[in-house]
């Protein structure tokens, strides 16, 4: 490897989620000097916006806090954050990366003080709650951001109070005259790890989601029981603020339905397991009822799948819901549905009804700039026509965290291999 370059030895990873992390860590610790492009203001991914996730059930800032501390000790990982890469050409082994770097309006003299967000009047949705909540237009993307650094709304660049939220900075920290920036990287191969997003549950019209205030997904669930979420941890409906006696979980909310996803994500079972403990840890007396097609708990998840079915406070009813009706003066919402095992009409209220929506890979929409194979899909072959670009976690399958992680080894691997080969 001595005549290998320092560009063409580099490992760009896209993407700075737990497999993105996880990806970039095992090059870096390898030797290998990795580059790590993340579009949002934060790395961390949909795993930093989670209350718990498997197979241990910790919060986000136990896996995330040790990859973030690696992240620090070592000095090969370089990443940007509010980043897109743009153009992906050459082979393997000499790859010409394009990335356009969007403006966060604050440099690294920020300290987080958050003078600069007192500073500040207007509101803007806050999409790490999934536009659930606002925050000031000088903001820090959540409490345990990696970069520890606020970012300025573009909403208010121009603006006599961005001025004042500048002046408000003893530090030099906010920059407004920050603009987007366009630079090139040389690199020897790409991991391409940029995830999955919910599926839109607001196109099973049947279900009203977006039109109904107590019908939510299975991600925003996640920010309800977060302490750092809109409620502080509280799981309300979100009508009234009033607290939840009855929750049904409806799966495959939109999963092996040929008019929407075709196919199922896996996990979304035991996402609404996990979430049922949530609501039973939180209100001992309230009850659950998961309408279902068939639970999917394999392996080492059939335990918790068995303690959860042994609670009495816990039903499962075999049957997709048909519809989900809402009573406009209560708020209550009616799930009609056929019990499969008996045979009869079900017509039941709940105070909350959360729909367990699946996994859509970001390359369905988002796709990599570069010679790729999909499925049909969106899913990025395992085997690709360009062999520099290799893909990783979700972007391939759904996966959980664990198998994320595991997969972005063995892509850390490859993407080594492919580089040095050559």
């Known amino acids: 490897m001595s005549d290998v370059t320092n560009g063409h030895r580099s490992v760009l990873v896209v993407g700075g989620g737990m497999s993105g992390l996880s990806a970039a860590l095992e090059a870096a610790e390898a030797g290998f000097p990795v580059y790590i492009v993340e579009k949002e203001p934060y790395l961390g991914g949909r795993v930093a916006r989670m209350n718990k996730y498997f197979p241990k059930l910790c919060p986000p800032s136990c896996g995330l806090e040790i990859n973030f501390r690696r992240i620090k000790n070592n000095a090969l990982v370089r990443f940007f954050t509010m980043a897109e890469v743009m153009k992906i050409s050459g082979k393997p082994g000499d790859l010409d990366v394009t990335v356009k770097l969007s403006p966060r309006y604050v440099n690294e003299k920020c300290t987080a003080c958050g003078l600069c967000a007192e500073a500040a009047e207007t509101q803007v949705p806050n999409p790490f709650d999934y536009g659930l909540s606002t925050v000031k237009a000088a903001y820090l993307p959540h409490e345990f951001a990696f970069p520890l650094r606020y970012v300025i709304a573009p909403e208010v660049i121009g603006t006599a109070e961005a001025e004042k939220i500048r002046a408000a900075c003893p530090y030099g920290a906010v920059d407004l005259e920050m603009e987007e920036k366009i630079f090139d990287l040389k690199v020897g191969s790409v991991v391409w790890a940029t995830g999955w997003k919910p599926y839109d549950a607001s196109k099973i019209a049947y279900y009203g989601a977006g039109a109904f205030r107590n019908v939510v997904s299975n991600v925003v669930m996640e920010?309800?029981?977060?302490?750092?979420?809109?409620?502080?941890?509280?799981?309300?409906?979100?009508?009234?603020?009033?607290?939840?006696?009855?929750?049904?979980?409806?799966?495959?909310?939109?999963?092996?339905?040929?008019?929407?996803?075709?196919?199922?994500?896996?996990?979304?079972?035991?996402?609404?397991?996990?979430?049922?403990?949530?609501?039973?840890?939180?209100?001992?007396?309230?009850?659950?009822?998961?309408?279902?097609?068939?639970?999917?708990?394999?392996?080492?998840?059939?335990?918790?799948?068995?303690?959860?079915?042994?609670?009495?406070?816990?039903?499962?009813?075999?049957?997709k819901p048909g519809e989900i009706c809402e009573d406009a003066q209560t708020g209550q919402v009616t799930v009609l549905v056929e019990d499969q095992e008996t045979g009869t009409i079900l017509k039941e209220a709940f105070d909350l009804v959360v729909l367990a929506t699946g996994m859509v890979p970001s390359t369905a929409d988002d796709k990599v700039p570069a010679e790729v194979a999909y499925d049909e899909n969106g899913f990025l072959l395992p085997t690709q026509p360009m062999e520099g670009v290799i893909p990783a976690g979700c972007v391939k399958r759904p996966v959980d965290v664990a198998s994320s992680v595991q997969d972005a080894t063995a892509a850390a691997l490859k993407a080594i291999q492919a580089m040095v080969r050559r």
């Open 223 to 319: 920010r309800l029981a977060s302490t750092n979420g809109p409620t502080q941890g509280a799981i309300v409906r979100l009508s009234d603020g009033a607290a939840v006696q009855k929750v049904a979980f409806v799966q495959c909310a939109g999963s092996r339905d040929e008019n929407h996803l075709p196919y199922c994500s896996g996990i979304c079972c035991l996402a609404s397991l996990k979430q049922a403990t949530y609501v039973l840890d939180q209100n001992p007396d309230a009850s659950v009822t998961i309408f279902y097609i068939d639970m999917r708990a394999l392996g080492k998840y059939e335990d918790f799948y068995t303690k959860v079915q042994a609670d009495s406070r816990v039903r499962f009813v075999k049957g």
